[in-house]
């Protein structure tokens, strides 16, 4: 009787493309889902970027080949490849045609020990450019918390603080709270405004004020586009959705089985954790990273209704089991040739995804990473996963929403003994 590896091949590795042609895919992948999430300094290299990630889909796809079908079906399938990989980066990144600015290079900060409580999130200066508006009022080394009164989003602090200083709807004389020598001071800035943009750039500025205030639709629709591509790509390589675990046969045996492996991911999450706390306990980080996490968490479970949520959440899912377990696995496991590694590389890559959340959790979500490719092997099947890891991200997030609506938690302090 053949072994699970021999029967995971039999599922996953049918009509497999050439090897050269599986390293560009998963380049393709790798770049659409964390080029967007990279510092982009200037338009040029916002457009080199897109730019090279355009025409590596358009050539691997080859959306005008007849493969994928009739002249308005090829025509979708164009259109379908140019959103997939623009759609995302005009939203995300930051919107150099501004030319109102604050003046400053920044990163991603997080609260230190002696820093006051801070309602929102935390960005660091890096660098202060010479003639700007903050020459002469912030420096490096500053930590900004706040902008005109309000302070900063807690789930992506250095996009809010790009988007608001490149905005017109801040005063021209405002302040900046930064956090200096753990004090927190609030200074006055004068960032002048610019000519009135051009009808386009309006429109598009109003999308992504739309997308930063709802992450987790945002984040589902950009994963729709890309399943989209990733089927384009599967139709060009000449497999089907089965060879990615999509398979139709047995689905409500499937649906049925994604109970247990939700209960398995539970179990996972609390096993992981133990010594990934001890480890966070040595070294001293255990605080700032589950602060880090409840933070960003939080700001995102806040987002929309319950059922937009939920809505998102699980197409989010999809895009993560699909693009990762189904689609990168098995392309990873034809390159090193052994399904083990392949899950754990491929799982590191899944866990450098959630690097916003912290260092800790990025390890543990590698591990959830692995647990369900683990489950996607040994069932040959995708619809497990997908709908234990929505049950998952929804029944946490819905947890985190109802202790943060109702400061549970600092109830429960202002109970214990003193």
Known sequence: MSDWRTKADEAFLVGMPSRWRIVLEMILLVALVFAANAFVVSMLTAIIVVGVELALALALVRPWARVHGGVVSRVLSTVLVVLAVVAPAAIERPDFGASRRLGVGVANG??????????????????????????????????????????????DATSDLTRRTHGDDLPEDTTVTVLRAHAEQTLPVHIPKVAPRAHFDRRLGAVRELAARHLVVAAAARGALVIGLLLLLLRADGQSAASIGLVRAGASRELLAAVWITVGTFFVQIVVAIPIGIIGMMLGILNRENEQRTQTLGAIAQQGSIVEFALAAIVAAAFEEIAFRGFLVPRMKTLVRSWVLAVFLVSVIFGAGHVYEGILATIQTAFLGAWFAATMLARRRLIGPITAHAAFNTIMLIVIRVVTTTHIVDRLKTLAPH
């Open 110 to 155: 997080t609260a230190e020990p002696g820093d006051p409580p801070i309602a929102g999130g935390i960005v660091n200066v890096e660098s202060v450019s010479p003639r700007s508006p903050a020459d002469g009022v912030l420096r490096a080394g500053d930590r900004i918390v706040g902008l005109g009164g309000a302070p900063l989003d807690r789930a």
